[in-house]
């Protein structure tokens, strides 16, 4: 995986104005598309494409400020057709319009070229089991909320505690297969989404595929298929996120396993009166790599 993540670091530095093509990338390394970006946007804290743009007006920075060539020309050696949407992405990383870059000659706010290195982690036990599920429904109530990387989302919040605690039991009811009991799912995110990026978001339950689905209830159908399932224990939800963050960088680099699409999942085995510790399950669609 570090393989493929450092030629794609080295296809970014070639491609100039072209795109970069993270599909043959991932071919190449014989992962898929849906993984890299997804590894690469855990370990690196930001989306591949986002990286890109940083990366690139990084690079333009230099001929803003010396260059002889006009700013249009520039604009299409880095791939806009014109010098406001040139300038539009240049002030969104450095802060500055491109007039007063080349007047001034900054100050610029440089992104330096990531490289992936192994270094010895592991000896933080992660306590995981692999199992086979067959099709099933999540289903409860669904809504639209930003992503969070760190920390509490209130929106979540918010939406859980607009559900009225009879709503919480009729859903436990339903319940009739794994994973069991009230469950926090996370779909429809892209790949390498930013900070901020709306993903649909799920408090519900697991039923067998074919259950009746009452009409007020939302439904997400997840075909059969492997799961990662990770254990974790202690402060919430830091203890939750540190748990993604090291799937990323310490398991499947290390097993032969890749993310698939699909929802990821979080059934709360435990927790205290006021939720500040818990235990939790992190259900991670995955397949063989």
Same mark, same amino acid.
């Given at each position: 995986?570090?393989?493929?993540?450092?030629?794609?670091?080295? /296809?970014? @530095?070639?491609?100039?104005?072209?795109? +970069?093509?993270?599909?043959?990338?991932?071919?190449?390394?014989?992962?898929?598309?849906?993984?890299?970006?997804?590894? %690469?946007?855990?370990?690196?804290? +930001?989306?591949?494409?986002?990286?890109?743009?940083?990366?690139?007006?990084?690079?333009?920075?230099?001929?803003?400020?010396?260059?002889?060539? =006009?700013?249009?020309?520039?604009?299409?050696?880095?791939?806009?057709? #014109?010098?406001?949407?040139?300038?539009?992405? %240049?002030?969104?990383?450095?802060?500055?319009?491109?007039?007063?870059?080349?007047?001034?000659?900054?100050? %610029?706010? #440089?992104?330096?070229?990531?490289?992936?290195?192994?270094?010895?982690?592991?000896?933080?036990?992660?306590?995981?089991? *692999?199992?086979?599920?067959? =099709?099933?429904? *999540? +289903?409860? &109530?669904?809504?639209?909320?930003?992503?969070?990387? @760190?920390?509490?989302?209130? &929106?979540?919040?918010?939406?859980?505690?607009?559900?009225? /605690?009879?709503?919480?039991?009729?859903?436990?009811?339903?319940?009739?297969?794994?994973?069991?009991?009230?469950?926090?799912?996370?779909?429809? *995110?892209?790949?390498? #989404?930013?900070?901020?990026?709306?993903?649909?978001?799920?408090?519900?339950?697991? +039923?067998?595929?074919?259950?009746?689905?009452? =009409?007020?209830?939302?439904?997400?159908?997840?075909?059969?298929? #492997?799961?990662?399932?990770?254990?974790?224990?202690?402060?919430?939800?830091?203890?939750?996120?540190?748990?993604?963050?090291?799937? /990323? /960088?310490?398991? %499947?680099?290390?097993?032969?396993?890749?993310?698939?699409?699909?929802?990821?999942?979080?059934?709360?085995?435990?927790?205290?009166? =006021?939720?500040?510790?818990?235990?939790?399950?992190?259900?991670?669609?995955?397949?063989?790599?």
């Amino acid at each position: 995986m570090f393989a493929a993540l450092n030629h794609l670091m080295g /296809a970014v @530095e070639e491609a100039a104005a072209e795109q +970069v093509d993270v599909a043959a990338v991932a071919a190449e390394h014989g992962t898929t598309e849906h993984h890299l970006r997804r590894m %690469f946007s855990s370990l690196a804290g +930001v989306p591949v494409s986002e990286y890109v743009r940083r990366r690139r007006m990084t690079v333009a920075a230099a001929d803003v400020a010396e260059s002889s060539d =006009d700013l249009l020309t520039l604009a299409v050696r880095y791939g806009y057709g #014109s010098t406001e949407a040139f300038g539009r992405a %240049f002030r969104a990383v450095h802060g500055l319009g491109l007039s007063e870059a080349r007047r001034d000659g900054g100050p %610029f706010r #440089s992104q330096q070229q990531l490289r992936f290195r192994l270094t010895v982690e592991g000896n933080r036990p992660m306590h995981v089991r *692999l199992t086979e599920r067959p =099709d099933l429904r *999540l +289903v409860g &109530h669904a809504t639209r909320v930003p992503l969070v990387h @760190e920390g509490v989302n209130p &929106h979540i919040q918010e939406h859980i505690a607009a559900i009225p /605690a009879e709503e919480h039991l009729r859903l436990k009811e339903m319940s009739n297969t794994s994973p069991a009991g009230i469950l926090q799912v996370s779909d429809e *995110l892209e790949q390498d #989404s930013p900070e901020g990026t709306e993903l649909t978001y799920l408090h519900g339950v697991a +039923v067998s595929d074919g259950t009746p689905v009452p =009409d007020d209830l939302d439904s997400i159908a997840v075909p059969a298929g #492997s799961w990662a399932v990770f254990t974790t224990q202690g402060p919430h939800p830091q203890a939750l996120q540190e748990a993604y963050a090291a799937t /990323a /960088a310490e398991w %499947f680099p290390s097993n032969p396993w890749r993310l698939r699409p699909g929802p990821s999942i979080v059934a709360v085995l435990e927790h205290d009166e =006021d939720f500040t510790t818990a235990t939790c399950e992190i259900w991670l669609p995955v397949e063989r790599a």
